[in-house]
């Protein structure tokens, strides 16, 4: 009985090891989608750009040509990201820019954890 109770601990303890990197792998493949998502939204501004001489008043103007479907950010939000910071956000600035803003749970491709804009010079 005893050896049986030890056996049921053991192998819950390896469940919950299991699961926890599970998690952790999750997280960090969102925030690789949310970098390739932004980089994807980017080149296709820049292809719109490079047609139209200024970006477009809103992403889904890119569809179908330059993008087959604008990305939604993965959900749910990670690390101290908001559910409201997670979503792509999108502005066209002064001086023929834009500004597309999202957030990382943890640090991703030599960017930080936490929120960040996306400009035609590139992520800051």
Not at 21 to 38: E, H, I, M, P, W
Not at 81 to 97: F, I, L, M, P, R
């Amino acid at each position: 009985m005893e050896i049986a109770a030890v056996g049921f601990s053991i192998l819950g303890m390896l469940a919950s090891v299991v699961l926890l990197s599970l998690n952790s792998a999750r997280a960090k493949s969102r925030d690789t989608k949310r970098l390739a998502d932004v980089r994807q939204i980017a080149s296709a501004l820049e292809l719109y750009r490079n047609d139209y001489k200024s970006y477009p008043a809103a992403l889904k103007t890119l569809e179908p040509v330059y993008i087959g479907i604008v990305p939604q950010a993965p959900a749910p939000a990670d690390g101290t990201c908001s559910e409201q910071e997670n979503q792509y956000q999108y502005a066209v600035k002064a001086q023929a820019g834009f500004e597309l803003s999202f957030c990382l749970g943890e640090q991703a491709g030599g960017y930080a954890a936490g929120k960040h804009v996306l400009t035609q010079e590139g992520i800051k």
